[in-house]
């Protein structure tokens, strides 16, 4: 197993790390040849029979080390939010880049960056997707376990609202207008926010059928003006389809 | 009919977790009124009230000190006794070397249910006719329903989202409860229903009630019926809704569907689920849960990896048309009790009562099945596998092995029904019997996904689970005495086998049967073998077709239809199809032209059974379930929603 960062905090690794009672199984069972953050001992340009690959395609040498990868590796798995829709870092898309790097670098000759922040699955065929930001650790082992065996893994694409919904949590949307994402989420963290209380962001990014303008009439509804659902829908996954077009309606 | 103080309600919690009981009552919590587990009178929602809309929730404080002034909360008896996930068995190596496989069962449990409303005991009524009143018992909800003390709370006040008058389930508590309360200011009546119900009432400080206190009660829930918040016409609306599927409100309300599943998961009725098989990284134990599933997710109507009801527009209208209309033909009763939670807790605040209305702009009516009550005693299915033994591997071509099973214990099996085969730590699949060898029931498995792969990389010896056999086989007593017609496509000449071996078998019964089968290429002919040797049969005749051509065929090209459209059938002919569904729709139509009528033809339906028992709802085809109603169907039954996108 290799794992490779593009354009990323490294968060979504340091959670293969904080598998801690799993990692001795998980080195009985995987050869682990390519993995910066945890060893110096390096294999960068090795073959994998699986690959995870943290982080988006920001900048042109990030691309070309993609097909690299992918052409080295039987099975590629995305992790997070960065890799599977292009991250916080997206925000910048269909935005003046060149002004940004202006006004932040003192010296933006230096700055070679492309004008969008891409997930892995605009460039090269994904093989599985672990959303969040940052991934969770019950998906990570799950993803990892079931390629052992030969299972599908069990990555559910439905709401966060079930997983919440089997928790018993009360809903804090229906019980006192918390804005939450969760309807239009998907799953996998185990409804995190809502276990504690607070609305969703959308970590996770959009759910398949995600109807977003349901969800933004509600908030509308609640009282809630434009400029804050444009913030809601654009967070740490606004780079994904049905999240960018929600934020642009209300623009 | 008795009178009680206030005060007695800390004794009646007292009594009511007698003998080690647990005892479920409402409880303030996060903001709204939950089910839990509680142990006095203190824990109580006293005070408290519920103010509901469309997508909204309340506590309010009262002026007053009634611990039942509410209506209904988000949760419902449903979660005690249904699990919202729970394992179902674990995989382990037996001492013998063996696969075994460990059913997980709870023991039974004691629990007292306090505040329980009309409404919400329907729903349990129609949970244990899912559950444990079928031909199937689930032992798990059985084991935890058995023992179940219950105490309800006539409704002498409507929220604002209750319809039970609607749907006839209250507000007044008629059974289904041991003791029944009707609460006042400062003191309650009580009425036990039951003998349980009676010795604890005998437990109470209690006293006769008088006239008044009678006919207070009968019009405070007159009062309660006459202001009801909603109100739905229920007259035949089974039939209507299903004589509405191309109406233009689904497309309506799918604009305003979340698909987020809050509806089902608060519903007190909806019981559908799926399942998870997990295992350790080392793969040393494996277990298989149960959990609650939505029919808003895209997985509840996988089949072969694409989802057949895709869109918001047809996951919605498969809950409502299961919820208000297949629910009748399924177990005789709605599945809707008005209670009015999936208005309330929809983020959305889409409101059941009104599309209804919307969808009930035309009186027709649509056929539909009567539920049949239960034949057979209910005998118990836990969902475990046992252990099988592969016996022997037959490659039938490049992606498809008949694998021949030794089964322990195994029960008698028809043709046309179906096993669930597992591997444990890789998943389950329906597979139809293809044949017997000798002692080994055979499967003919195409490898599609990860579980028929590994299954056909078994290898003599290997193990693995099998629980069954499931389903409605063909109709082998109808076919007799008349010519038949089979039709079969690709890999749907497995389930077909075994019936043609039958009849070929029995000259006398079938003295006229013609098999025609079209395959991709000649390669992927199933059974070549085996069917050259049939037509020395005096009475066969084969037809063979592919869709394309190798340089050594010398054979039909062309899809099975065209056969059939070159063909004479007999008078009186039957047929049995099983392939895709739209060569199956193309074979009804060829045959209707040859004269034979929907009612001669019998078909295999293909749906992702998951449990195989009726508890799931995976396979749900409109009014069935194709796991125990079918899989095979004669076409009449079906004929009004086959083909049709997204049922």
């Known amino acids: 197993m290799g794992v490779f960062k593009l354009a990323s905090c490294d968060g979504c690794q340091l959670t293969l790390l904080g598998c801690e009672d799993e990692l001795l199984a998980l080195a009985e069972r995987v050869e682990i040849a390519h993995f910066p953050e945890a060893s110096s001992r390096l294999d960068p340009h090795g073959t994998f029979d699986l690959v995870l690959v943290e982080g988006s395609v920001s900048a042109p040498f990030q691309r070309d080390e993609l097909l690299s990868i992918r052409a080295r590796a039987k099975k590629l798995v995305t992790i997070g939010a960065c890799a599977t829709s292009g991250g916080v870092q997206a925000l910048r898309n269909g935005r003046d880049v060149k002004g940004f790097i202006a006004s932040v670098y003192a010296t933006p000759e230096y700055i070679s960056t492309l004008d969008d922040s891409t997930p892995v699955s605009a460039h090269v065929p994904v093989d599985y997707e672990l959303r969040g930001c940052p991934i969770d650790k019950r998906q990570l082992i799950e993803v990892l376990t079931a390629l052992l065996v030969g299972r599908r893994p069990n990555i559910r694409d439905e709401s966060v609202c079930m997983e919440c919904k089997r928790q018993g949590n009360m809903c804090v949307l229906v019980t006192r207008d918390e804005p939450c994402l969760g309807p239009v989420t998907h799953a996998g963290c185990g409804a995190l926010c809502p276990s504690f209380d607070r609305g969703c962001y959308g970590c996770f990014g959009p759910k398949e059928q995600a109807k977003t303008s349901a969800l933004a009439a509600r908030f509308q509804r609640d009282g809630m003006v434009p400029v804050e659902l444009v913030r809601r829908f654009r967070g740490i996954t606004a780079g994904a389809e049905a999240f960018k077009k929600e934020g642009e309606r209300h623009e | ?647």
């Open chain 2, 1 to 647: 009919m008795r009178r009680i103080d206030r005060s007695q309600l800390e004794q009646l919690c007292h009594l009511a977790q007698r003998d080690g009981r647990t005892l479920i009552g409402p409880t303030v919590r996060d903001g709204a009124i939950a089910l839990a587990p509680i142990t006095t009178a203190a824990d109580l929602p006293v005070g408290w009230t519920d103010v509901q809309a469309p997508g909204r929730y309340r506590l309010s404080r009262t002026q007053g000190q009634r611990a039942f002034d509410f209506v209904v909360g988000p949760n419902s008896a449903k979660e005690q006794f249904f699990k919202p996930r729970e394992p179902l068995y674990r995989a382990e190596r037996r001492a013998d070397g063996r696969v075994g496989f460990v059913a997980i069962v709870p023991e039974p449990e004691k629990r007292a249910l306090l505040g329980v409303r009309a409404c919400d005991l329907a729903a349990i009524a129609v949970q244990d006719a899912v559950f444990v009143e079928g031909a199937m018992r689930d032992p798990r909800y059985a084991s935890r329903r058995a023992d179940t003390l219950v105490i309800a709370v006539h409704c002498t006040r409507a929220g604002s989202l209750c319809f039970c008058a609607s749907m006839g389930t209250g507000p007044k508590v008629n059974s289904g409860a041991d003791l029944a309360l009707a609460e006042r200011e400062h003191d309650l009546l009580i009425e036990a229903l039951t003998p349980a119900g009676e010795a604890l009432l005998a437990q109470l400080s209690s006293e006769e009630a008088s006239g008044e206190d009678l006919r207070w009660l009968d019009e405070s829930v007159e009062s309660a019926r006459a202001s009801m918040g909603r109100h739905v016409d229920t007259r035949a609306v089974h039939e209507r809704l299903f004589a509405q599927l191309e109406h233009p409100r689904w497309k309506e309300v799918a604009d305003r569907c979340l698909s987020c599943g809050n509806c089902t998961s608060v519903c007190p009725t909806c019981f559908c689920s799926t399942t998870e098989d997990r295992s350790d990284l080392d793969g040393s134990t494996a277990e298989r849960d149960r959990l609650w599933e939505s029919c808003f997710s895209r997985e509840h109507s996988e089949l072969h990896g694409h989802a057949v009801r895709g869109s918001t527009e047809q996951r919605y209208r498969q809950w409502l048309t299961h919820k208000l209309g297949a629910w009748v033909s399924q177990f005789g009763a709605s599945g809707c009790v008005g209670c009015g939670r999936c208005i309330a807790w929809c983020p959305a605040g889409i409101d059941l009562t009104e599309e209804l209305a919307a969808l009930s702009t035309s009186d027709a009516r649509a056929l539909m099945p009567v539920a049949a009550p239960c034949a057979e005693e209910g005998r118990d299915e836990a969902m475990v596998p046992s252990p099988a033994r592969v016996l022997s591997v037959t490659r039938e071509s490049s992606d498809v092995v008949t694998l021949a099973l030794a089964i322990d214990e195994p029960r008698p099996f028809a043709p046309g029904q179906f096993y669930q085969l597992s591997i444990p730590g890789i998943g389950e699949a329906p597979i139809s019997v293809s044949g017997r060898d000798g002692a080994g029931v055979e499967h003919t498995i195409r490898a599609v996904g990860s579980l028929t792969r590994a299954l056909c990389e078994l290898s003599p010896g290997s193990e693995l689970g099998v629980r069954g056999p499931y389903g409605r086989g063909w109709p082998m007593r109808e076919l007799a005495g008349a010519p038949v017609v089979v039709v079969a496509g690709g890999i749907g000449l497995a389930p077909l086998r075994e019936a043609l071996r039958q009849m070929l078998a029995d000259p006398q019964q079938y003295p006229d049967v013609r098999l025609f089968y079209g395959a991709r290429t000649p390669e992927d002919l199933l059974y070549a073998r085996e069917m050259l040797g049939w037509t020395d049969r005096r009475g066969f005749q084969l037809s063979i077709t592919v869709d394309r051509s190798s340089p050594t065929w010398r054979g039909n090209v062309g899809v099975v239809t065209r056969l059939l459209k070159r063909s004479t059938v007999p008078d009186a002919a039957r047929a049995i199809l099983c392939g895709p569904e739209v060569m199956m729709r193309f074979t009804i139509q060829a045959l209707a032209r040859l004269g034979v009528t929907h009612d001669r033809i019998w078909l295999t339906m293909e749906r992702h059974m998951k449990c195989a028992t009726g508890h799931c709802g995976r396979c749900q085809f409109g009014p069935y379930f194709v796991c125990k109603d079918g899989p095979v169907f004669r076409y009449d039954e079906v004929a009004s929603l086959f083909g049709r996108d997204g049922i």
